[in-house]
Protein backbone atom coordinates (compact mmCIF):
# COMPACT_ATOMS: atom_id res chain seq x y z
CA UNK A 1 0.00 0.00 0.00
CA UNK A 2 1.20 3.26 -0.74
CA UNK A 3 0.33 6.57 0.62
CA UNK A 4 0.95 10.51 0.13
CA UNK A 5 2.15 12.06 3.45
CA UNK A 6 2.73 15.67 1.27
CA UNK A 7 1.93 16.99 -1.93
CA UNK A 8 2.48 20.74 -3.78
CA UNK A 9 2.98 21.64 -7.22
CA UNK A 10 6.75 20.80 -6.97
CA UNK A 11 7.24 18.12 -4.27
CA UNK A 12 5.47 14.79 -3.07
CA UNK A 13 6.55 12.70 -0.20
CA UNK A 14 5.07 8.90 -0.49
CA UNK A 15 4.77 6.00 1.90
CA UNK A 16 5.02 2.63 1.40
CA UNK A 17 3.53 0.93 3.92
CA UNK A 18 4.84 -2.69 5.31
CA UNK A 19 5.46 -4.54 2.29
CA UNK A 20 7.19 -7.61 4.12
CA UNK A 21 5.81 -10.91 4.95
CA UNK A 22 6.40 -13.97 6.76
CA UNK A 23 8.81 -13.81 10.01
CA UNK A 24 10.65 -10.53 8.35
CA UNK A 25 10.21 -7.53 10.44
CA UNK A 26 7.89 -5.06 9.26
CA UNK A 27 9.16 -1.77 7.69
CA UNK A 28 7.99 1.05 5.36
CA UNK A 29 9.85 3.15 2.99
CA UNK A 30 9.53 6.07 1.84
CA UNK A 31 10.02 8.43 -1.45
CA UNK A 32 10.72 11.94 -1.72
CA UNK A 33 10.04 13.87 -5.26
CA UNK A 34 10.96 17.17 -6.10
CA UNK A 35 10.49 18.24 -9.73
CA UNK A 36 10.42 14.98 -10.92
CA UNK A 37 13.47 13.38 -8.95
CA UNK A 38 13.32 10.90 -6.41
CA UNK A 39 15.26 10.19 -3.28
CA UNK A 40 14.19 6.28 -1.79
CA UNK A 41 14.52 5.99 1.91
CA UNK A 42 16.02 2.75 3.14
CA UNK A 43 14.84 0.50 0.43
CA UNK A 44 14.41 -2.52 2.45
CA UNK A 45 15.35 -6.47 1.49
CA UNK A 46 15.22 -8.70 -1.36
CA UNK A 47 11.76 -9.44 -1.22
CA UNK A 48 10.62 -5.84 -0.81
CA UNK A 49 12.52 -4.89 -4.02
CA UNK A 50 10.00 -6.36 -6.51
CA UNK A 51 7.24 -4.97 -4.45
CA UNK A 52 8.85 -1.57 -4.19
CA UNK A 53 9.67 -1.51 -8.01
CA UNK A 54 6.00 -2.78 -8.88
CA UNK A 55 4.17 -0.05 -6.82
CA UNK A 56 6.81 3.17 -7.71
CA UNK A 57 5.86 3.74 -11.14
CA UNK A 58 2.75 4.86 -10.29
CA UNK A 59 4.51 7.95 -8.49
CA UNK A 60 7.79 8.15 -9.99
CA UNK A 61 9.34 6.11 -12.98
CA UNK A 62 12.60 4.04 -11.50
CA UNK A 63 14.61 5.98 -14.03
CA UNK A 64 14.07 9.15 -12.39
CA UNK A 65 15.46 8.13 -9.27
CA UNK A 66 18.50 10.20 -8.48
CA UNK A 67 18.86 8.89 -4.93
CA UNK A 68 19.63 5.71 -2.28
CA UNK A 69 19.40 6.40 1.56
CA UNK A 70 20.68 3.95 4.05
CA UNK A 71 20.85 4.91 7.08
CA UNK A 72 22.71 2.01 8.37
CA UNK A 73 23.88 -1.06 7.53
CA UNK A 74 21.01 -3.44 8.53
CA UNK A 75 19.27 -5.64 6.04
CA UNK A 76 16.18 -4.81 6.67
CA UNK A 77 17.65 -1.50 5.10
CA UNK A 78 19.76 -2.37 2.60
CA UNK A 79 19.69 -5.88 1.21
CA UNK A 80 18.26 -5.17 -2.19
CA UNK A 81 20.50 -2.12 -2.64
CA UNK A 82 22.32 -3.93 -5.44
CA UNK A 83 19.23 -4.31 -7.50
CA UNK A 84 18.36 -0.61 -7.40
CA UNK A 85 21.91 -0.04 -8.54
CA UNK A 86 21.56 -2.28 -11.31
CA UNK A 87 18.53 -1.09 -12.80
CA UNK A 88 18.92 2.67 -11.88
CA UNK A 89 21.50 6.08 -12.46
CA UNK A 90 20.60 5.77 -8.61
CA UNK A 91 24.12 6.69 -6.31
CA UNK A 92 23.42 5.36 -2.63
CA UNK A 93 24.29 7.04 0.65
CA UNK A 94 25.56 5.74 3.59
CA UNK A 95 27.67 6.42 6.43
CA UNK A 96 32.05 6.27 5.20
CA UNK A 97 31.42 3.26 8.35
CA UNK A 98 29.79 0.92 6.84
CA UNK A 99 30.46 0.83 2.71
CA UNK A 100 32.86 -2.43 2.59
CA UNK A 101 30.48 -4.43 5.01
CA UNK A 102 27.13 -3.63 2.89
CA UNK A 103 29.19 -4.90 -0.03
CA UNK A 104 28.93 -8.10 1.51
CA UNK A 105 25.08 -7.92 0.35
CA UNK A 106 26.09 -9.16 -2.92
CA UNK A 107 26.70 -5.26 -4.62
CA UNK A 108 28.12 -5.82 -8.00
CA UNK A 109 31.99 -4.37 -8.47
CA UNK A 110 30.41 -2.41 -11.38
CA UNK A 111 28.06 0.06 -9.30
CA UNK A 112 29.77 0.25 -5.67
CA UNK A 113 31.52 3.99 -7.30
CA UNK A 114 27.93 4.35 -6.81
CA UNK A 115 27.77 4.07 -3.12
CA UNK A 116 29.00 7.02 -1.89
CA UNK A 117 30.28 7.87 1.90
CA UNK A 118 28.62 10.24 4.08
CA UNK A 119 30.92 12.00 6.46
CA UNK A 120 30.38 11.70 10.32
CA UNK A 121 29.08 15.54 10.35
CA UNK A 122 25.76 14.71 8.13
CA UNK A 123 25.69 16.35 4.46
CA UNK A 124 22.81 18.73 2.56
CA UNK A 125 21.97 16.51 -0.67
CA UNK A 126 20.12 18.78 -3.51
CA UNK A 127 17.23 16.93 -5.07
CA UNK A 128 16.45 19.39 -8.35
CA UNK A 129 16.64 22.38 -5.86
CA UNK A 130 15.12 21.00 -2.79
CA UNK A 131 18.67 20.46 -0.16
CA UNK A 132 17.82 17.69 1.93
CA UNK A 133 19.51 17.85 5.28
CA UNK A 134 21.20 14.36 6.19
CA UNK A 135 22.09 14.68 10.36
CA UNK A 136 23.96 12.67 12.41
CA UNK A 137 21.93 9.77 14.71
CA UNK A 138 25.19 7.73 15.50
CA UNK A 139 24.62 4.94 17.93
CA UNK A 140 20.65 5.38 17.46
CA UNK A 141 21.15 2.39 16.87
CA UNK A 142 23.87 2.29 14.84
CA UNK A 143 27.22 3.16 15.04
CA UNK A 144 27.13 5.19 12.00
CA UNK A 145 23.48 6.39 11.59
CA UNK A 146 21.77 9.15 9.81
CA UNK A 147 18.24 10.90 9.71
CA UNK A 148 16.62 12.74 6.70
CA UNK A 149 15.40 15.96 7.48
CA UNK A 150 13.03 17.25 4.35
CA UNK A 151 12.71 20.89 4.60
CA UNK A 152 9.59 21.27 2.02
CA UNK A 153 7.45 18.97 4.04
CA UNK A 154 8.95 19.19 7.63
CA UNK A 155 8.70 15.47 7.80
CA UNK A 156 12.02 14.25 9.89
CA UNK A 157 12.74 10.37 8.55
CA UNK A 158 14.08 8.72 11.64
CA UNK A 159 14.71 5.15 10.69
CA UNK A 160 14.86 3.06 13.45
CA UNK A 161 14.30 5.85 16.08
CA UNK A 162 10.48 5.69 17.22
CA UNK A 163 10.38 2.12 16.01
CA UNK A 164 7.31 0.14 17.09
CA UNK A 165 5.95 -2.87 15.72
CA UNK A 166 2.00 -2.18 15.77
CA UNK A 167 -0.89 -2.25 13.15
CA UNK A 168 -2.06 2.12 13.25
CA UNK A 169 -0.54 4.78 10.59
CA UNK A 170 -0.45 7.13 13.45
CA UNK A 171 0.20 7.67 16.97
CA UNK A 172 -2.70 9.28 18.35
CA UNK A 173 -2.42 7.77 22.36
CA UNK A 174 1.28 8.95 23.03
CA UNK A 175 1.59 7.23 26.47
CA UNK A 176 -0.10 4.18 25.14
CA UNK A 177 2.31 4.31 22.23
CA UNK A 178 5.23 4.51 24.22
CA UNK A 179 4.97 0.67 25.94
CA UNK A 180 5.47 -0.50 22.58
CA UNK A 181 8.58 1.69 21.72
CA UNK A 182 10.76 1.21 25.41
CA UNK A 183 11.84 -2.37 24.90
CA UNK A 184 12.92 -2.18 21.45
CA UNK A 185 14.77 1.75 22.65
CA UNK A 186 16.21 0.39 25.65
CA UNK A 187 18.03 -2.58 23.99
CA UNK A 188 18.98 -1.14 20.69
CA UNK A 189 20.05 2.86 21.22
CA UNK A 190 23.62 2.51 21.83
CA UNK A 191 23.54 5.62 25.10
CA UNK A 192 21.94 8.25 27.11
CA UNK A 193 24.29 11.00 25.66
CA UNK A 194 23.44 10.46 22.11
CA UNK A 195 19.63 10.36 23.24
CA UNK A 196 20.05 13.53 24.49
CA UNK A 197 22.50 15.09 21.94
CA UNK A 198 19.74 13.94 18.60
CA UNK A 199 17.34 15.86 21.16
CA UNK A 200 18.86 18.99 21.21
CA UNK A 201 20.13 19.11 17.27
CA UNK A 202 16.90 18.44 15.68
CA UNK A 203 14.77 20.61 17.95
CA UNK A 204 16.57 23.26 15.92
CA UNK A 205 14.02 21.95 13.30
CA UNK A 206 10.22 22.79 11.98
CA UNK A 207 8.97 19.48 11.89
CA UNK A 208 5.65 18.41 11.41
CA UNK A 209 5.91 14.90 10.92
CA UNK A 210 8.34 12.09 12.12
CA UNK A 211 8.53 9.05 10.45
CA UNK A 212 10.40 5.62 11.73
CA UNK A 213 11.08 3.07 9.40
CA UNK A 214 9.02 0.65 11.67
CA UNK A 215 5.85 1.14 12.79
CA UNK A 216 3.47 4.62 13.43
CA UNK A 217 4.57 8.23 12.76
CA UNK A 218 4.61 11.05 14.93
CA UNK A 219 2.19 14.21 13.51
CA UNK A 220 1.64 17.45 14.50
CA UNK A 221 3.60 19.60 16.50
CA UNK A 222 2.53 18.30 19.77
CA UNK A 223 3.07 15.06 18.96
CA UNK A 224 6.76 15.33 17.20
CA UNK A 225 7.61 17.58 20.52
CA UNK A 226 6.82 14.44 23.36
CA UNK A 227 8.74 12.34 21.13
CA UNK A 228 12.08 14.49 21.35
CA UNK A 229 11.24 14.83 24.63
CA UNK A 230 11.00 11.33 25.62
CA UNK A 231 13.75 10.03 23.79
CA UNK A 232 16.01 12.87 25.20
CA UNK A 233 14.94 11.22 28.99
CA UNK A 234 15.65 7.55 27.83
CA UNK A 235 18.26 5.68 30.07
CA UNK A 236 19.39 2.96 26.90
CA UNK A 237 22.12 0.70 25.38
CA UNK A 238 24.93 0.38 28.03
CA UNK A 239 23.91 2.70 30.20
CA UNK A 240 20.75 0.66 30.71
CA UNK A 241 22.34 -3.03 31.40
CA UNK A 242 24.84 -2.02 33.66
CA UNK A 243 23.66 -4.80 35.96
CA UNK A 244 23.97 -6.89 33.39
CA UNK A 245 27.82 -7.11 32.90
CA UNK A 246 28.54 -10.08 35.50
CA UNK A 247 30.07 -13.35 34.77
CA UNK A 248 27.68 -15.83 34.15
CA UNK A 249 27.10 -17.64 38.01
Not at 84 to 107: E, N, P, Q
Not at 134 to 145: D, E, Q, V
Request: with cysteine.
Amino acid sequence: MADILFENDEHRCIFFEDFTEGEMVSANQHLIIHKGKGMLLDPGGHKVYSKIMAAMPEHLAPSALKYLFLSHQDPDIVASVNGWLMITDADAYLSAIWKRFVAHFGVDGSVMDRMKEIPDQGAKLDLEGCELMIIPAHFLHSAGNFHVYDPISKILYTGDLGAALVDYRFVEDFEAHTGHMAGFHQRYMGSNTACQLWAKMVRELDIEIIAPQHGAMFKGKEMVTQFIDWVEGLDVGADAMKEIYKLPA
